[in-house]
């Protein structure tokens, strides 16, 4: 009986090993056998071609990408095709820019990278997820999984194969425009997510047509930067991290390595500084931490137009960073000027020939391990994975990822949640019936903009005259005036949509339309529930005191139907918070890394219906 016993135990050891080993991707580096032949194939001009990343509308001749074997285009956020943003649009655009490597002596296909950052948020009518900070708040690994794998397929349906996805910031300071990025200011927070994400958007196969290239960004200590650092001396963008290597590692390197883990086949390098240094400028930062010491195996990808940010000289700026392990530059004008240059570097022997072979090695490790150069399997668009783009499958899961990032934050009186029977409900803010302000940047256009901004959606005023019984009435007030006589007032207020160093706010209290608006409200002498659409905390001042229950909702997207799961209670309200809430601006920074900790919400708050 025992040997049985023990049979079974290392038939089952066998059978986990076999299935962990089928769940983890194969390392890159085992392409190597494939990638050294076709390296030894290439002149270098085709290899520095590969190293080359333009900018899709701002190709000089559309000949340039097979006449300079341009490997990789981008889109940048306002880069859209010239026939508009409908997914025909961007799919034709997509197939136009990868016929062109099949006029290639090697056919080397072309990776086309986009901001997919919460969901394909350039597409018209495309599933638009909660940014970052609310997916932060529900900690839940296996659903932030979920949503970059629908990412994913939303993309591929494009054609498009590669996302700068997931952001892995760890933003110490809400001032900056790009918190919402990230997951959290909480370094475990961002590790416990980072994994899965990019696992949702690669799978475990890169080769599967449904996979999405991610890149893990921006490489580091992006959100670590120090208030007013910033080039121009304001603000936190592309600033300056000024902590020293043990709290650089400890803050802004766990959501790293759990990328690397997850077998993330790209990283993008920060436009910030660490201490002075560039990031992308930094040999010990891009070679020996992250290629030698953690053994990453993809390559490095610049950010927009960073290597200018090297020095004057652009062929000297393009030398430091090269050689300081950048492996394909966004160069998205000046492509030729770069492709000029670096040659000349090589042949002035001041960019070894074996960094050019190691960046291309890298560079076609990704496109052999993503089936790019199986011969015979096409690289256009399959459209048939078209049917499921925008599909009320996918709007269900961003609806459960909505309601899973609410943070309760105060709930007097037992005031939420509201009921569907209620005589009257007097809807009003600047954000209750506006799309754009829920989604936030990046969508459609890289700073978001206000109104009616893609088809599909659900604003938080019509998902809520969705779910009201028959006998309730539901009005509506931008302004907040009208509320009286109602049993209850919903107030939707907080930022309008803003993306990178335009987000950056040295005062982050509410706008004087959304208080006054809250003092139209209240008023009417109802119960007031606020409701804050917003890429951060936000200073409440009276509206704290004032309102009876405070629901934060970030910026969830295009289904606002899960706002009015939670309000109306059909869900309870699960988000804990994953970043810290200020009592006033005189404590920013504050958070969990902070010396004095005395917030007036913690990371990890959140309340329960009662
Ligand atoms: C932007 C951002 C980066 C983005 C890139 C391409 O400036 O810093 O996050 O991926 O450019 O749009």
């Given at each position: 009986?025992?040997?049985?016993?023990?049979?079974?135990?290392?038939?089952?050891?066998?059978?986990?090993?076999?299935?962990?080993?089928?769940?983890?991707?194969?390392?890159?580096?085992?392409?190597?056998?494939?990638?050294?032949?076709?390296?030894?194939?290439?002149?270098?001009?085709e290899?520095?071609?590969?190293?080359?990343q333009?900018?899709?509308?701002a190709?000089?001749?559309p000949?340039?990408?097979e006449?300079?074997?341009?490997?990789?285009v981008?889109?940048?956020?306002?880069?859209?095709?010239?026939?508009?943003?409908?997914l025909?649009?961007?799919?034709?655009?997509?197939?136009?820019?990868?016929?062109?490597?099949?006029?290639?002596?090697?056919?080397i296909?072309?990776l086309?990278?986009?901001?997919?950052v919460?969901?394909?948020?350039?597409?018209?009518?495309?599933?638009?997820?909660p940014?970052?900070?609310?997916?932060?708040?529900t900690?839940?690994?296996?659903?932030?999984?979920?949503?970059?794998?629908?990412?994913?397929?939303?993309?591929?349906?494009?054609?498009?194969q590669?996302?700068?996805?997931?952001?892995?910031t760890?933003p110490?300071?809400?001032?900056w425009?790009?918190t919402?990025?990230?997951?959290?200011?909480?370094?475990?927070?961002?590790?416990?997510?980072?994994?899965?994400?990019?696992?949702?958007?690669q799978?475990?196969?890169?080769?599967?047509?449904l996979?999405?290239?991610?890149?893990?960004k921006?490489?580091?200590?992006?959100?670590?930067?120090?208030?007013?650092?910033?080039?121009?001396?304001?603000?936190?963008?592309?600033?300056?991290?000024?902590?020293?290597?043990?709290?650089?590692?400890?803050?802004?390197?766990?959501?790293?390595?759990?990328?690397?883990?997850?077998?993330?086949?790209?990283?993008?390098?920060s436009y910030?500084?660490w201490?002075?240094?560039?990031?992308?400028?930094?040999?010990?930062?891009?070679?020996?931490?992250?290629?030698?010491?953690?053994?990453?195996?993809?390559?490095?990808?610049?950010?927009?137009?960073?290597?200018?940010?090297?020095?004057?000289?652009?062929?000297?700026?393009?030398?430091?960073?090269?050689?300081?392990?950048?492996?394909?530059?966004?160069?998205?004008?000046?492509?030729?000027?770069?492709?000029?240059?670096?040659?000349?570097?090589?042949?002035?022997?001041?960019v070894?020939?074996?960094?050019i072979?190691?960046?291309?090695?890298?560079?076609?490790r990704?496109?052999?391990?993503?089936?790019?150069m199986?011969?015979?399997?096409?690289?256009?668009?399959?459209?048939?994975?078209?049917?499921t783009?925008?599909?009320?499958?996918?709007?269900?899961?961003?609806?459960q990822?909505?309601?899973?990032s609410?943070v309760?934050?105060?709930?007097?009186?037992?005031?939420l949640?509201?009921?569907?029977?209620?005589?009257?409900?007097?809807?009003?803010?600047?954000?209750?019936?506006?799309?754009?302000?829920?989604?936030?940047?990046?969508?459609?256009?890289w700073?978001?903009?206000?109104?009616?901004?893609?088809?599909?959606g659900?604003?938080?005023?019509?998902a809520?005259?969705?779910t009201?019984?028959?006998?309730?009435?539901?009005?509506?007030?931008?302004?907040?005036?009208g509320?009286?006589?109602?049993?209850?007032?919903?107030?939707?207020?907080?930022?309008?949509?803003?993306?990178?160093g335009?987000?950056?706010?040295?005062?982050?209290?509410?706008?004087?339309e959304?208080?006054?608006?809250?003092?139209?409200?209240?008023?009417?002498?109802?119960?007031?529930?606020?409701?804050l659409?917003?890429?951060?905390?936000?200073?409440?001042g009276?509206?704290?005191?004032a309102?009876?229950?405070?629901?934060?909702?970030?910026?969830p997207g295009?289904?606002?139907?899960?706002?009015?799961?939670?309000?109306?209670?059909?869900?309870?309200p699960?988000?804990?918070?994953?970043?810290?809430?200020?009592?006033?601006?005189?404590?920013?920074?504050?958070?969990?890394?902070?010396?004095?900790?005395?917030?007036?919400?913690?990371?990890?708050?959140?309340?329960?219906?009662e």
């Amino acid at each position: 009986m025992k040997l049985r016993l023990a049979m079974l135990a290392v038939a089952g050891l066998g059978a986990f090993l076999m299935a962990l080993a089928q769940s983890a991707p194969k390392p890159l580096s085992s392409f190597d056998p494939q990638v050294k032949p076709l390296l030894a194939r290439m002149t270098l001009e085709e290899k520095i071609g590969q190293m080359t990343q333009p900018e899709q509308d701002a190709l000089k001749d559309p000949a340039d990408l097979e006449n300079l074997f341009i490997g990789s285009v981008l889109s940048g956020g306002n880069s859209d095709p010239k026939e508009g943003n409908s997914l025909k649009a961007w799919t034709d655009l997509y197939d136009r820019i990868q016929q062109h490597s099949t006029k290639t002596r090697l056919r080397i296909p072309i990776l086309y990278g986009i901001d997919a950052v919460h969901g394909h948020n350039n597409v018209l009518g495309a599933v638009i997820f909660p940014h970052h900070i609310g997916l932060g708040c529900t900690r839940n690994p296996a659903l932030v999984e979920k949503v970059e794998r629908i990412t994913a397929e939303e993309v591929r349906a494009s054609g498009i194969q590669w996302a700068f996805a997931p952001c892995v910031t760890v933003p110490q300071d809400i001032r900056w425009g790009r918190t919402y990025e990230g997951f959290s200011e909480d370094p475990k927070v961002v590790a416990e997510l980072a994994g899965p994400a990019v696992r949702g958007f690669q799978g475990t196969d890169l080769a599967n047509p449904l996979a999405v290239l991610a890149c893990a960004k921006h490489f580091i200590g992006d959100g670590g930067t120090a208030f007013g650092s910033a080039r121009g001396g304001r603000g936190l963008d592309q600033g300056d991290t000024r902590v020293d290597e043990t709290t650089l590692r400890r803050i802004h390197l766990p959501g790293y390595i759990a990328a690397i883990q997850a077998g993330v086949g790209t990283i993008m390098p920060s436009y910030s500084s660490w201490n002075g240094v560039k990031s992308s400028a930094s040999k010990h930062l891009l070679t020996e931490i992250l290629k030698q010491e953690l053994g990453f195996q993809g390559f490095l990808i610049s950010d927009y137009n960073a290597i200018d940010q090297m020095t004057r000289d652009y062929k000297e700026a393009i030398g430091i960073s090269i050689n300081a392990g950048m492996d394909m530059a966004m160069v998205p004008t000046r492509y030729r000027e770069y492709i000029t240059d670096l040659k000349a570097l090589v042949d002035e022997g001041k960019v070894p020939l074996a960094r050019i072979d190691d960046a291309v090695t890298r560079i076609l490790r990704v496109k052999f391990a993503m089936g790019m150069m199986d011969q015979g399997r096409s690289q256009l668009a399959d459209r048939g994975v078209q049917k499921t783009f925008g599909s009320p499958e996918h709007r269900q899961v961003a609806r459960q990822a909505v309601r899973e990032s609410l943070v309760l934050l105060k709930n007097d009186r037992k005031t939420l949640p509201v009921s569907k029977g209620a005589a009257r409900i007097h809807v009003g803010g600047k954000s209750a019936d506006d799309l754009g302000n829920q989604c936030g940047g990046w969508t459609i256009s890289w700073q978001g903009t206000s109104g009616d901004v893609t088809p599909g959606g659900t604003t938080i005023l019509a998902a809520i005259r969705n779910t009201v019984g028959k006998g309730a009435q539901v009005t509506f007030s931008k302004d907040g005036a009208g509320a009286a006589g109602a049993t209850v007032g919903v107030l939707v207020i907080g930022e309008r949509p803003y993306a990178e160093g335009n987000g950056d706010r040295a005062d982050l209290a509410l706008a004087k339309e959304d208080l006054d608006a809250f003092h139209n409200m209240k008023s009417a002498g109802i119960p007031v529930v606020v409701i804050l659409i917003s890429g951060r905390p936000l200073i409440l001042g009276e509206v704290l005191d004032a309102a009876d229950a405070v629901l934060a909702a970030w910026l969830p997207g295009t289904e606002g139907q899960g706002v009015a799961d939670v309000l109306f209670g059909d869900y309870r309200p699960t988000g804990k918070l994953s970043y810290s809430w200020p009592r006033s601006m005189a404590q920013l920074p504050v958070n969990v890394n902070s010396a004095t900790y005395d917030p007036l919400f913690k990371v990890g708050y959140g309340l329960k219906y009662e």
